[in-house]
């Protein structure tokens, strides 16, 4: 006959099952905050196995505590990638050349995830490198899960007020990432028009296409070679891109998704660039280029030879 104590270690394991499943059912969620935040997918996935190992060693008195699954590990997946955040801020000032974030195969992306898919284009990832990780948290909880100032300091262990505060700086620090994208219809044209003044060297070309102060950041990551500083102003941009284009005859050239956004890929025998834009006004303000290959292994391979 089963005594208390057999009943007490049933119900433990039952409540300890329970809390996995919660953690296990949240992963797409947590791993797309994650990402959000980091910007590298290893990082996210690392930051929610973490995570899990947390609820795993929960005592049972923990977990009967937890009123609310989804904030519980929202709060716990937010503060280890704001920790995970700080220390790979300080890595990136060492970097070679310009950092951005890894590009993800937009069939990668779990679709159950609940997160704002806007947040999610590399230029927004890119724009959120210049806030400190306590502020990119705020506006990460803000606009990609729809968070209150309210909700969001319990996570941050501080004030509504001050929420209000870093969500105000980072609004006025980002504006850019706040401005709605063109229809993705348009700016896969944009793209478009870009490879064909590109393969006519046609450089008056695409200067129309681009804002007169547009820049273009290459991450080659000291793998690869690439522009080891941003390449700033219309006219520099468009001779720095048809310049590279002359000295890489036959490569191919590709239209794809990554991160919710049309992206170009261009392939040779040894090398790929991914490159996604950010559109203001209707010109092309930032041109992204990604070339670095340890951060193109999650790129996919859906895409489809442009013909030019």
């Known amino acids: 006959m089963a005594g208390p104590a057999d009943t007490i270690g049933r119900v433990e394991q039952r409540d300890a099952r329970m809390a996995l499943e919660q953690w296990q059912e949240a992963k797409p969620r947590l791993t797309m905050l994650a990402y959000n935040m980091l910007g590298v997918w290893a990082q996210a996935e690392d930051v929610v196995a973490a995570v899990g190992e947390q609820v795993f060693k929960l005592e049972p008195h923990q977990i009967a505590a937890v009123e609310n699954w989804p904030g519980f590990l929202t709060t ?4 280890r990638s704001i920790d995970v955040l700080r ?18 195969d937009q ?32 506006y990460v909880l803000h606009h990609a899960l729809g968070y209150t100032a309210a909700e969001i300091a319990p996570v941050l262990e501080t004030t509504p007020a001050a929420v209000r505060q870093l969500l105000s700086r ?10 709605p994208q063109l229809e993705v219809s348009r700016v896969a044209s944009l793209l478009t028009e870009i490879v064909q003044a590109i ?22 990551g000291g793998k690869v070679r690439a522009a080891l500083n941003p390449v700033y102003g219309a006219q520099k941009i468009a001779r720095f891109m048809i310049g590279v284009d002359r000295k890489n ?15 170009l890929l261009f392939a040779m025998e040894g090398r790929e660039d991914v490159l996604v834009i950010d559109v203001v006004s209707g010109s092309i303000q930032r041109i992204m280029q990604v070339s670095n290959p340890d951060k193109l292994g999650r790129a996919g391979r859906n895409w489809t030879e442009l013909q030019t």
């Open 107 to 138: 069939n990668a992306l779990p679709e159950e995830a609940a997160i704002n898919d806007s947040m999610l284009r590399l230029g927004v990832l890119f724009l959120l490198e210049e806030l400190s990780a306590q502020s990119r948290a705020a």
């Open 170 to 179: 980072a609004a006025k620090k980002l504006g850019q990432a706040q401005a």
């Open 199 to 220: 393969h006519r060297a046609d450089i008056n070309g695409l200067v129309r296409l681009l804002a007169q102060d547009a820049v273009l950041y290459s991450d080659g």
């Open 87 to 104: 220390s790979a801020q300080h890595q990136r000032t060492e970097y070679v050349g310009s950092w951005l974030p890894e590009p993800i």
């Open 76 to 79: 716990l997946t937010t503060r």
């Open 249 to 263: 005859p036959g490569r191919r050239i590709c239209t794809g998704h990554i991160n919710g956004e049309p992206a």
